[in-house]
């Protein structure tokens, strides 16, 4: 098994800047990819961004915007979030996969889930 922890997550006005943080723990070699999905109230959990052998994918609507990055020698994910507008605020959620970053992207569901950090954006 994998564990997630989160942290990062908070409140911030539109045009600011937010850094997530994820830690793994446990069967880390199991995380070929990690990554970031969020939802926002009353919508479906959507792909944000994921990254594994050195490659990130990104969805549209943060494409330029957010940043992904690993530090493989502590197990550790980030997701840099600059530019941030209203329509980003969500429950954002730290995840790993067994497969290649693009198949997540493509919309493979991911094995392991963090229990998601709140980003709250105000106009």
């Known amino acids: 098994q994998v564990q997630l922890v989160e942290s990062g997550g908070g409140s911030v006005q539109a045009g600011g800047s937010l850094r997530l943080s994820c830690a793994a723990s446990?069967?880390?070699?199991?995380?070929?990819?990690m990554g970031w999905s969020r939802q926002a109230p009353g919508k479906e959990r959507e792909f944000v961004a994921a990254t594994s052998f050195g490659r990130a994918y990104y969805a549209d609507s943060v494409k330029g915007r957010f940043t992904v990055s690993r530090d493989n020698a502590k197990n550790t994910v980030y997701l840099q979030m600059n530019s941030l507008t209203p329509e980003d605020t969500a429950l954002y959620y730290c995840a790993a996969g067994q497969g290649s970053a693009i198949y997540y992207f493509n919309g493979r569901e991911y094995d392991y889930w963090g229990q998601g950090t709140q980003v709250t954006v105000s106009s």
């Open positions: 446990g069967r880390t070699g199991s995380t070929v990819t």
